[in-house]
């Protein structure tokens, strides 16, 4: 009887763990106005992305990796750790890293890239204002 208490405990903290996760992830890809979609690609379609932001599901490692890339963000920042202050290194480094993410599906077709890139920069560029730089 123990033991099913104490699984009951851990599935609840798993579901936790889950809705949790599935929240971030859902708050991030709005801020961005990106699709499920986009920030499951390549590899993880938009259905999968959907489960996981309604903590239905728990991300595999390889695939938490790659949204936590497609959003500008790390694992644990995923995870809910507290980022380190923001400074307008950091920022761009995201937005690098956000660029390079995206120009791949860009491949080709050069508006489309400098549209990618224009979109990461006028993101960015309001933190970066509001940042004195520390590095």
């Known amino acids: 009887?123990?033991?099913?208490?104490?699984?009951s405990g851990r599935q609840?903290?798993?579901?936790?763990v889950r809705h949790d996760l599935g929240a971030r992830i859902r708050e991030r890809r709005e801020q961005l106005a990106l699709t499920q979609?986009?920030?499951?690609?390549?590899?993880?379609?938009?259905p999968y992305v959907s489960a996981v932001e309604a903590g239905r599901h728990l991300?595999?490692?390889e695939a938490l990796l790659l949204v936590a890339q497609n959003l500008g963000m790390t694992?644990?920042?995923?995870?809910?750790?507290?980022?380190?202050?923001?400074?307008?290194?950091?920022?761009?480094?995201?937005a690098l890293t956000r660029i390079r993410a995206?120009?791949?599906?860009?491949?080709?077709?050069?508006?489309s890239a400098l549209t990618t890139i224009e979109f990461v920069l006028l993101h960015a560029l309001p933190l970066i204002a509001d940042r004195p730089d520390k590095n």
């Open 59 to 61: 991300p595999s490692l």
């Open 1 to 7: 009887m123990g033991r099913g208490i104490r699984q």
């Open 75 to 94: 694992v644990g920042e995923l995870l809910g750790e507290t980022p380190e202050p923001t400074t307008a290194g950091s920022v761009l480094a995201r």
């Open 37 to 46: 979609v986009q920030i499951g690609a390549p590899g993880y379609g938009g």
């Open 102 to 111: 995206e120009l791949p599906r860009a491949t080709g077709d050069r508006h």
């Open 12 to 16: 609840a903290a798993r579901t936790a």
